[in-house]
């Protein structure tokens, strides 16, 4: 009975070695591609978190200068820090403002804010609002309203009253509350500095004031980068102009925020 050959079947070595080296280098391809897309998106996800940080901190920033006492915004010699008064009530008074005067009367008017308040009458300048002891005369004068609630007057705190050194042509007055600040500190933070009363030391300085409450608003800030802040002093034809300039950075992602922010400019 004759043999049958029989037919071997397979791969050879030189076969498998190939095939390997091919899969080796899909894997290798493939591999980076996932690494690649993954880091994508962790640099997405951190620049966009970067964005909204950013957002939400200059939009503090501009909408509470919205609110600033005309010709009380004053900026530190490097441009890092902001000061200027917060608007409680703007009203008018009803008779003209005498000398020595206890009390000034005004339409009715709810004070929803507690703390320090002071009375002002066209003031022209931050250096005639920042001074030391409120003196009579003077443009700034410090009141007995403390608690919120709903007012007809407003009573200045100063025994045998306060005379106003000048007088506003539409009778104007202000209220307002302590001096509040922005700065950008040397190690990149964005502070809000509240509750330190009136410093009237010029220019003001970038450290933290004798007495104040911080809060944090951002973090990773560059302060090589342009002024944080600049203001431009009000005309008659024109308002006060504030320039925010804010670089943030982190993790090799960077956002630039620049906005302006108008100042009344009616005293």
Not at 224 to 238: C, E, I, N, W
Request: proline content about 6%; aromatic content about 6%.
């Amino acid at each position: 009975m004759p043999l049958r050959s029989r037919k071997t079947t397979g791969f050879t070595l030189v076969e498998m070695v190939l095939v390997i080296v091919v899969l080796s280098i899909l894997a290798l391809g493939t591999t980076r591609y996932i690494v690649t897309s993954s880091q994508g998106f962790v640099l997405s996800a951190e620049r966009a978190k970067l964005i909204a940080t950013a957002r939400v901190a200059v939009e503090q920033v501009i909408r509470r200068l919205r609110n600033a006492l005309p010709n009380s915004v004053r900026i530190s010699a490097t441009g890092r820090c902001i000061e200027y008064f917060p608007i409680a009530i703007g009203s008018s008074t009803t008779i003209p403002v005498l000398p020595s005067t206890t009390s000034l009367a005004t339409p009715p008017f709810t004070l929803n804010s507690g703390g320090n308040h002071y009375a002002t009458i066209a003031a022209f300048t931050a250096s005639e609002l920042y001074v030391s002891a409120l003196p009579s005369p003077g443009l700034i004068a410090a009141t007995t309203l403390s608690t919120p609630n709903t007012y007809s007057a407003i009573s200045l705190a100063r025994a045998g009253g306060h005379t106003f050194t000048r007088t506003s042509p539409t009778q104007r007055v202000y209220l307002v509350s302590d001096p509040e600040r922005f700065c950008v500190t040397g190690t990149g933070n964005l502070l809000h500095y509240t509750g330190y009363g009136i410093n009237n030391t010029p220019p003001i300085s970038d450290s933290s004031p004798a007495g104040a409450s911080s809060s944090l608003l951002a973090e990773h800030l560059n302060i090589a980068g342009a002024t944080s802040f600049v203001y431009t002093p009000g005309t008659l034809a024109s308002n006060a102009l504030v320039q925010v300039n804010l670089a943030f950075s982190k993790g090799g992602e960077g956002v630039n925020m620049s906005h302006e922010v108008q100042i009344r400019n009616v005293p």
